[in-house]
C-alpha cells in the first residue's frame, strides 16, 4: 500500500494554500543534534480511525506506539533520523494493515495521524515546527486536515458564537477529503467551530462551542467522519503540545411516511418537531438531533400511536420509518449508511420496504440483475455496490405480483453517490421512490 504524507510548508503563501496528502514520501530537512531518546527526530501519533478501536505503530519492525487507543495523543518518542518504513497493525493481530516509506529528518517534530477505515487504512505525517514568533501579536493560525475519504469538500468557520454563516465567509474554504490546507492567521480567541458541506452554510457535519485559540501558537485541526460518512467529528492538536477532542454530539434523521389511506404522519423528538404533517407516500429531508436517548412521539391523523425513547448515536444518520394500517402502524428505526464508494465509477445502493399489504418479500433489481432479495416488510436491505450508468432500469419485484411492484427506466446511477429505493404504502398500489442521499 502506498505511503500517504503531508508534507511541510516551509513558507506562508499569504494565508490561504492547499496540500494536498497524496502518495508521496516525506521528505525530511535539516542537521544539527538529536532529539530526546537520543533519536534525532520527534515522533508521536494519534489513532483517529473509523473502526479500530486500538493500533500499533511500528518503524519497520520496531514498535513504537502500542494499544494506541481511539482519540489518545502519547508523548514524543525520539527515533533516528532516517527512512522508515512505517507499519500499522490491530493491536494483538500481526497482519500489516498500512505500510509505506517515510523519511523522518534530523531535529524535526512529527504527528503521525492514522485515519481511515481498517480495508483502507492511511498514515498522514503532521510537521510541527512552524515558528511561533512569526505570528502576528494578537493572532494565533489554525490549519485544517480533511481526514476522510468519502465526506467531501468542507467549509470551516471559526466565528462568534452568534454569527449568521449565510452571512459569513469561512476561515477556510473548499478543503477536500485527504486535503490538508494552509495556515489562515485569525485573532486569538474564543471561537465556535461550524463544519458545513463545501458552499452550503446549512448543511452543518459538525458544531462545537467554546474552543480557546491561544495568541502566538499553530494548531491543526484534524477532521474526520462520523457512523453515517456524512457528519463529521474533530481532533485539535496544538504544535508539539496537547489536543483537545471535539466529538459530534449531533446525529441525523429523516422521517419516511408509508401509512395506508395516505395516512399523514407527524413526529417530534424530545419536543421538537421533525415532521408537521408528512402525508404518505413520502420521503422527509435529514434533520439533526441530538445523541442520546431522545423521547419521540408519532401521531398518525392526529392520533398518538407511538410515545417512548429510542437511541441515537452521535454521527450516524437514520431513517425513521412509519407504514401499515392508520390505526395500528408500524414505526421501524433503520441504520443509513452514507459513507461514499471507494471508486469513481461506482455507486451504493438499497431497497427499504414499507408497502403494507404487499405479500412476501421484494427484490430489488438494476438492469435486471437482482441487487437486493429477500426484503421483509419494515427492513432495508444490505448496500450493494454496483457500476454507474448514466440510463439503469430499476425494478422492485415480489414472487406473488406477476409484474414489476416498480419500476423506473433510465435511471442515472451517478459515479461515487448513494442511493436509497424505497417501496412505501399510502397509495392505493405501492409506490416507488428513489433518493440520492449523496
Known amino acids: 500500500m502506498t505511503s500517504e504524507l503531508i508534507s511541510r510548508r516551509t513558507a506562508l503563501l ?13 521528505a525530511g530537512c535539516g542537521g544539527g543534534s538529536d532529539g530526546g531518546g537520543g533519536g534525532g527526530t520527534q515522533l508521536r501519533a494519534i489513532n483517529l480511525t473509523n473502526d479500530l478501536p486500538s493500533v500499533d505503530l511500528l518503524t519497520d519492525d520496531t514498535v513504537q506506539f502500542g494499544a494506541l487507543a481511539l482519540e489518545a495523543l502519547p508523548a514524543y518518542k525520539g527515533v533516528d533520523a532516517k527512512e522508515y518504513t512505517l507499519r500499522v497493525r490491530r493491536t494483538g493481530d500481526g497482519a500489516t494493515l498500512f505500510s509505506g516509506a517515510f523519511t523522518l529528518g534530523r531535529d524535526q517534530n512529527f504527528t503521525a495521524v492514522i485515519w481511515g477505515r481498517e480495508t483502507s487504512l492511511r498514515v498522514s505525517t503532521l510537521p510541527e515546527n512552524e515558528d511561533n514568533n512569526a505570528i502576528g501579536s494578537g493572532n494565533t493560525r489554525v490549519r485544517m486536515f480533511n481526514a476522510t475519504t468519502d ?7 471559526f466565528t462568534s458564537e452568534a454569527a449568521v454563516l449565510g452571512d459569513t465567509a469561512p476561515t477556510q474554504s473548499a478543503v477536500g477529503a485527504g ?6 492567521e485569525i485573532s486569538a480567541g474564543t471561537y465556535r467551530l461550524r463544519v458545513t458541506g463545501v458552499g452550503d452554510p446549512n448543511d452543518v457535519r459538525l458544531d462545537i462551542s467554546g474552543i480557546p485559540l491561544v495568541a502566538r501558537q499553530h494548531y491543526n485541526l484534524v477532521l474526520t467522519a462520523g457512523s453515517g460518512g456524512v457528519l ?15 466529538r459530534n454530539t449531533r446525529a441525523r434523521v429523516r422521517v419516511v411516511a408509508g401509512v395506508d389511506a395516505a395516512g399523514v404522519v407527524g413526529i417530534s423528538a424530545a419536543g421538537t418537531t421533525l415532521v408537521g404533517g408528512l402525508r404518505s407516500p413520502s420521503v422527509g429531508p435529514y434533520q439533526l438531533v441530538n445523541a442520546g436517548a431522545l ?8 392520533n398518538v400511536v407511538f410515545d417512548a425513547s429510542r437511541t ?19 414505526i421501524r428505526l433503520i441504520v443509513d449508511d452514507n459513507r461514499l464508494p471507494s471508486l469513481n465509477n461506482r455507486v451504493k445502493i438499497r431497497l427499504i420496504h414499507g408497502a403494507n399489504g404487499v405479500v412476501g418479500p421484494i427484490t430489488l433489481s438494476a438492469d435486471f440483475l437482482a441487487l437486493a432479495t429477500d426484503i421483509a416488510l419494515g427492513a432495508g436491505s444490505a448496500y450493494a455496490t454496483t457500476l454507474s450508468s448514466a440510463s439503469v432500469r430499476v425494478d422492485v419485484t415480489s414472487a406473488s405480483a406477476a ?10 446511477l451517478q459515479g461515487q453517490s448513494v442511493y436509497t429505493v424505497f417501496l412505501l404504502g399510502g397509495n392505493a398500489a405501492p409506490t416507488g421512490v428513489i433518493r440520492k442521499e449523496r
Open 312 to 330: 441515537f448515536l452521535a454521527g450516524a444518520d437514520y431513517t425513521l420509518m412509519v407504514y401499515g394500517p392508520p390505526a395500528a402502524p408500524e
Open 14 to 26: 499569504g494565508s490561504v494554500g492547499t496540500v494536498v496528502a497524496g502518495s508521496l514520501t516525506l
Open 179 to 184: 486535503n490538508l490546507s494552509g495556515f489562515r
Open 232 to 246: 463529521l467529528n474533530g481532533m485539535l492538536i496544538q504544535q508539539q503540545q496537547a489536543a483537545t477532542v471535539l
Open 295 to 302: 423521547p419521540l412521539q408519532v401521531r398518525v391523523g392526529g
Open 403 to 412: 409484474g414489476p411492484l416498480f419500476e423506473q427506466t433510465a435511471v442515472n
Open 151 to 157: 465526506s467531501g469538500a468542507v467549509d470551516v468557520f
